[in-house]
């Protein structure tokens, strides 16, 4: 589930050639609704589209562990063990019960990283960047909102505006950066 | 002074409807909210379906006959990101919706497929699922 413009997000996926589908949520719907504040985030949903784990951190491989400080197959053998046998992860209530709940100010942010997109999609540059300013004062720490709405901004994501970004919430400790196979405490 | 305008209210879809601009609010009429969001205005207060919220201050949430939406969102507790000379609104999730339904079910929502075309989640059946959450940036 790309959280990210169409445009953006067709030429990963073309390169991806994925045999499983491939949705892009460019509303970021999904992300309010089960509290997704980073990328890569994995969600495990049931037959009945109930949460059975609430949204962790889940690196596809090991590529970037000296940054993310996560063993990627710690969650591959979990997911296994869930999909094929039923077996659910053994510290699944202790996260559940410490899985972030969105604020008050980080519900109203991402109103307004909604509202901008639109209105940045539409070409109203002016009210666009007034949203998206509204939405980064709010919800200083979550990457959908502080990273995510960098490209809309003209910014680039890979460059200053990120690493200052970055250090600011390194500085505070990592904050929503729970994580299966985490290397070191959140 | 009153503007007449088309706006759009981004609710779980987007749905143009008449409003009035007015002082920096945006409002709409009973239909329209209806149309929008779901919701009506009754005796009981704001109902959608069998739901109702009681409205303690029903002259702040309706100005001449039509709904204040910052009013209407502030009554049932949601987010409102609005550029009311823009005509446009966003109605962000109430809190009860973060992790899905009362019953604990994710909402069915509208998406894209990897061909840009609309998506519904629920067409991916009854299955154990994996959603991973990506983005380019």
Redesign the interface.
């Known amino acids: 589930?790309?959280?990210?413009e169409?445009e953006?997000?067709?030429e990963?996926?073309?390169a991806a050639g994925a045999t499983y589908?491939?949705?892009?949520?460019?509303?970021h719907?999904?992300?309010?609704?089960?509290?997704?504040v980073n990328?890569?985030?994995?969600?495990?949903?049931?037959?009945?589209?109930?949460?059975v784990r609430?949204?962790v951190i889940?690196p596809?491989d090991d590529t970037f562990r000296e940054f993310t400080k996560i063993d990627a197959e710690v969650h591959h053998d979990q997911?296994r063990a869930?999909?094929r046998e039923g077996v659910l992860p053994p510290d699944l209530d202790a996260e559940r019960a410490g899985a972030p709940?969105?604020s008050?100010d980080d519900?109203?942010a991402?109103?307004?990283r909604?509202?901008?997109a639109?209105?940045h999609r539409a070409g109203?540059d002016e009210?666009a960047a007034?949203?998206l300013a509204?939405a980064n004062r709010l919800a200083a720490m979550d990457w959908?909102i502080r990273?995510?709405t960098?490209?809309m901004q003209g910014l680039d994501?890979f460059g200053t505006p990120f690493f200052d970004f970055y250090q600011e919430w390194e500085a505070a400790g990592r904050p929503g950066y729970g994580a299966p196979g985490s290397t070191e405490a959140s | 002074m009153t503007t007449q305008i088309d706006a759009v209210v981004i609710d779980t879809a987007e749905v143009t409807v008449p409003a009035e601009v007015d002082d920096g609010r945006l409002l709409v009429g009973p239909d329209a909210l209806r149309r929008a969001t779901g919701w009506e205005l009754k005796p009981e207060g704001l109902c959608r379906g069998e739901v109702c919220v009681p409205v303690r201050d029903r002259d702040r949430l309706t100005v001449g006959g039509r709904v204040d939406l910052a009013a209407f969102a502030e009554a049932l507790h949601r987010p409102l990101a609005l550029e009311a000379a823009e005509g446009v609104a966003v109605l962000g999730e109430p809190s009860a919706a973060v992790g899905g339904d009362p019953a604990g079910r994710l909402a069915d929502l509208d998406l894209l497929d990897d061909a840009g075309q609309p998506f519904r989640w629920s067409a991916l059946g009854r299955k154990k699922k994996l959603l991973v959450a990506w983005a380019s940036w």
């Open positions: 589930m790309a959280l990210d169409a953006a997000a067709s990963w996926i073309a589908p491939m949705l892009i949520d460019p509303d719907r999904s992300a309010d609704l089960l509290g997704i990328v890569p985030s994995a969600v495990w949903i049931d037959e009945d589209d109930c949460v609430p949204p889940a596809g997911l869930w999909v709940v969105l008050d519900r109203q991402r109103a307004h909604r509202l901008g639109y209105l109203r009210a007034r949203q509204a959908t990273r995510g960098l490209p994501p």
